[in-house]
């Protein structure tokens, strides 16, 4: 199964952690854990919506790696509600996303391995890249 390409291998675990519906809120957790700074900026949200959110979010990061259209009109999007002029999320927070992002589908993926850890960071890399490219 590891011979997967990146994005079914990270699609297939996305699915795997998100079929615990604990998943998305224990990342915020971890996430908003992670700086003051960080909690602040969801002061006001509702996370009913934002788990979601995400949850959608994540699955499309898969198919903009692989170039789908619609995917990556949904990624643009994303880059503009994050930039300097919206949501203002400076590209320093990003790693930290993407670590604790990590960290808990280890923890919610019970296959999980080297192989699926490093498609997670291929395709969140590369999403990752664009929102920064566009703050
Ligand atoms: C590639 C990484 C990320 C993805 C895919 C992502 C995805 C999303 C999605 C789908 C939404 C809801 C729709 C929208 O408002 O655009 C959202 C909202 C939000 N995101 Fe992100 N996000 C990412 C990184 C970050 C980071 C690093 C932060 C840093 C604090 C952040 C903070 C927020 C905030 C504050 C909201 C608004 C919540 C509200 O409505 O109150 N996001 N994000």
Not at 10 to 32: E, G, H, K, N, W
Not at 36 to 52: G, L, P, S, V, Y
Not at 97 to 118: K, P
Request: net charge negative; hydrophobic share 45%; aromatic share 12%.
């Amino acid at each position: 199964m590891d011979d997967l390409p990146p994005k079914d291998l990270f699609l297939q675990s996305v699915a795997r952690c998100t079929a615990s519906a604990a998943f998305i809120p224990a990342f915020y957790d971890r996430f908003t854990s992670a700086s003051d700074e960080i909690r602040a900026k969801f002061r006001f949200t509702d996370f009913e919506q934002q788990n979601k959110a995400l949850k959608r979010s994540l699955e499309m990061c898969a198919f903009a790696i692989a170039g789908t259209p619609e995917a990556l009109a949904e990624l643009t999007a994303r880059a503009k509600t994050h930039d300097r002029d919206h949501l203002n999320i400076e590209p320093r927070f990003y790693d930290i996303w993407v670590d604790t992002i990590i960290e808990t589908a280890a923890e919610y993926d019970d296959q999980w391995s080297d192989a699926i850890e490093a498609a997670w960071r291929r395709v969140l890399s590369h999403v990752v890249k664009h929102m920064i490219r566009k703050y």
